[in-house]
């Protein structure tokens, strides 16, 4: 098993967004979303119900958030800063980047 932690003080997100924790607009989410122009906010949601996931109402949604790829000691490799709520970092890069990392 490994470990869970909590950041109840939203450090990740306060780090991915500058020092400040990066909400989306509520009005501004809606009218993509129900946009009748496709964007990349429709597709993230088509491609998370295509793939079998289901979602909740529980949480806050309109925060994005992204990824980091840390070396030991602390040092980074490699961000992501999600744009769009649902974008998702590439793969490839991800696994590249933990590869650099481990051998860093």
């Known amino acids: 098993p490994a470990d869970l932690f909590l950041d109840e003080a939203q450090g990740f997100y306060k780090a ?6 990066h909400h989306k607009s509520l009005i501004m989410f809606l009218l993509r979303f129900f946009s009748p122009l496709q964007n990349r906010l429709q597709e993230n949601a088509k491609r998370t119900k295509n793939g079998g996931f289901e ?24 961000a992501f800063r999600e744009e769009e709520i649902g974008d998702h970092a590439p793969l490839d890069e991800v696994l590249a980047a933990a590869e650099r990392a481990q051998k860093a």
Do not use: F, H, S
């Open 55 to 78: 979602g909740n109402l529980k949480g806050e949604g309109l925060i994005t958030g992204g990824l980091y790829v840390m070396r030991r000691g602390g040092a980074m490799e490699y």
């Open 16 to 21: 991915l967004g500058g020092g400040q924790v």
